[in-house]
């Protein structure tokens, strides 16, 4: 058994994807239409037949509540693993990107936080 997909719930897939892929550097998988949305899902360019992560609309009544009591209390939605916390954090502060934790070092880890413009804060993290 293996993890084939995970999701974030978004407030805007086509917001969504241009921050997922152009800051974060994942690239589109899959793209299927249905209805208002679509089944939207990117992938790291290192594993393109690993993990799916599936941009879903927020539009559950649930879910809007939810994402908005995780990023009030600092939680993030979501945790990817990069080489570099620090040069990933410095790379992206440059394109723009809000964090709510800059780098951290906790034992063997290194950790940041940023909020991902859709609604939730993402962890990025290093095993050191």
């Known amino acids: 058994m293996r993890i084939h997909l995970s999701s ?4 805007d897939q086509d917001k969504a994807l241009r921050f997922y892929t152009d800051v974060l550097g994942f ?11 679509r089944w939207l899902t990117v992938v790291s ?9 599936l941009l879903e609309p927020d539009s559950h009544p649930a879910v809007r ?6 990023a009030a209390d600092g939680i993030p939605a979501a945790s990817f693993a990069v080489d570099d916390v ?3 954090f410095d790379r992206m502060r440059g394109l723009g990107v809000h964090f709510t934790q800059e780098p951290l070092e906790t034992g063997p880890v290194v950790t940041a936080v940023l909020d991902d413009t859709c609604g ?8 050191t």
């Open 27 to 37: 690239v589109k998988k899959a793209e299927v239409p249905l209805g208002e949305y």
């Open 120 to 127: 939730n804060l993402i962890q990025i993290a290093q095993h």
């Open 86 to 88: 620090r040069a990933e």
């Open 65 to 70: 509540p939810y994402k908005a009591a995780l």
């Open 8 to 11: 974030v719930f978004v407030d």
């Open 45 to 53: 360019p290192e594993d393109p037949g690993g993990t799916q992560l």
